[in-house]
Nanobody, 121 residues
Framework: VQLQASGGGLVQAGGSLRLSCAAS????????MGWYRQAPGKQRELVAA???????NYADAVKGRFTISRDNDANTVYLQMNKLKPEDTAVYYC????????????????WGQGTQVTVSS
């Protein structure tokens, strides 16, 4: 299973970016998908997560500015980021809990390679 993230870049404060992450490979079902971020010198933190039935969870720092969504048919998760702030600067990673085959008993978590988001003031 591979996760390919894209959409990062450099943007001015107040601007917007949209991240995408597509999962491919041996996939029977995907449960929760999410976005995390890691700023220099800081621990990786959850930004937003979404279940297969589209229940969502957001970090307090991004509520009202970021929106997570997914396309189950395309095994893809998105993160629309609006009103970006310099403190949003980080490497953003996507994750997915994948069941590779119907006879598997557990979902395994996979990670994308990370995409850099830089917000200038």
């Amino acid at each position: 299973v591979q996760l390919q993230a894209s959409g990062g870049g450099l943007v001015q404060a107040g601007g917007s970016l949209r991240l995408s992450c597509a999962a491919s490979g041996s996939i029977f079902s995907i449960d929760t998908m999410g976005w995390y971020r890691q700023a220099p010198g800081k621990q990786r933190e959850l930004v937003a997560a979404i279940t297969r039935s589209s229940m969502t969870n957001y970090a307090d720092a991004v509520k009202g500015r970021f929106t997570i969504s997914r396309d189950n048919d395309a095994n893809t998760v998105y993160l629309q980021m609006n009103k970006l702030k310099p403190e949003d600067t980080a490497v953003y990673y996507c994750s997915a809990h994948v069941l590779e085959a119907p006879y598997y008993s557990d979902y395994q978590e996979y990670w994308g390679q990370g995409t850099q988001v830089t917000v200038s003031s």
